[in-house]
């Protein structure tokens, strides 16, 4: 798969563990880029701006050629659409790059494609970030004498819901141009006390993971470092500032 907006790794990790192969990263951030250096050194790591990075150069450095990618997967920046944030939305360089997310996708044609965010994207001016990626994600492709069209659908998930120990709800855009029909999966974990402990298809829902089922066994911590206690020291003021 091709991994854009990389970070330090974190989605490329969970679609490793379930079979999937990085060819290459694409990430601006330099220590961001020395993490998965580090974490997954067999894989070539693109440093720079992804507006400024070819589809072609990618491709090469992946050791991919056209419709080869299994995936496209990636979190564009999310500031712009963020709630907690002045919401520019496309309006914002940074906003602008799910498009960029796009056109790789449709330069690669990968099998499929898988896209993070926020889920204000999904509300900013009424939708119509969504409905540009939607658009600009389903437009046919000609491609050495055949058409090619994305299939795509979305859906806000909360991971709480699938095991994790934090309610952290993103939207998830997923595409393919093969034609299979794709169902999001279905939750693991609720609120067993105030929902039916089977879903729909009876399989159980079990309890949601607490901070203390993730860390509650960890060594006690040792004393915070100054600049824990400095940072500590501007929370309220900005949460007073900017709300969060």
């Not at 963020?82 to 990968?110: C, H, Q, T, W, Y």
């Not at 994207?121 to 600009?136: V, Y």
């Not at 000609?142 to 909360?158: A, D, M, P």
């Amino acid at each position: 798969m091709i991994s854009l907006f990389s970070g330090a790794g974190g989605l490329d990790i969970g679609f490793h563990e379930v079979g999937f192969e990085t060819a290459v990263c694409v990430e601006r951030d330099p220590a961001c880029c020395r993490t998965l250096r580090v974490n997954m050194p067999d894989t070539p790591v693109i440093e720079g701006d992804i507006n400024k990075v070819t589809t072609d150069a990618i491709l090469a450095v992946g050791h991919l050629k056209p419709l080869e990618a299994a995936l496209v997967v990636g979190g564009p920046p999310c500031q712009s659409f963020s709630l907690a944030g002045k919401r520019m939305g496309l309006n914002d360089p940074r906003g602008r790059l799910v498009l960029e997310f796009i056109r790789i996708v449709r330069e690669a044609l990968p099998v499929g494609f898988v896209m993070e965010n926020v889920r204000g994207l999904a509300n900013w001016e009424h939708g119509r970030a969504l409905e540009a990626i939607i658009e600009e994600a389903t437009q046919p492709i000609e491609f050495k004498g055949r058409t090619y069209r994305y299939e795509v659908k979305y859906q806000v998930l909360n991971a709480a819901s699938y095991g994790a120990p934090q309610f952290r709800e993103r939207i998830f855009i997923v595409g393919n141009r093969i034609h299979v029909p794709f169902e999001f999966p279905a939750p693991t974990h609720g609120d067993v006390k105030q929902t039916a402990r089977t879903d729909l298809f009876g399989h159980e829902i079990q309890p949601y993971t607490t901070v203390w089922d993730a860390i509650g066994k960890l060594p006690r911590a040792t004393p915070p470092s100054e600049t824990a206690l400095r940072v500590a020291g501007t929370i309220a003021e900005r949460i007073t500032k900017h709300g969060y």
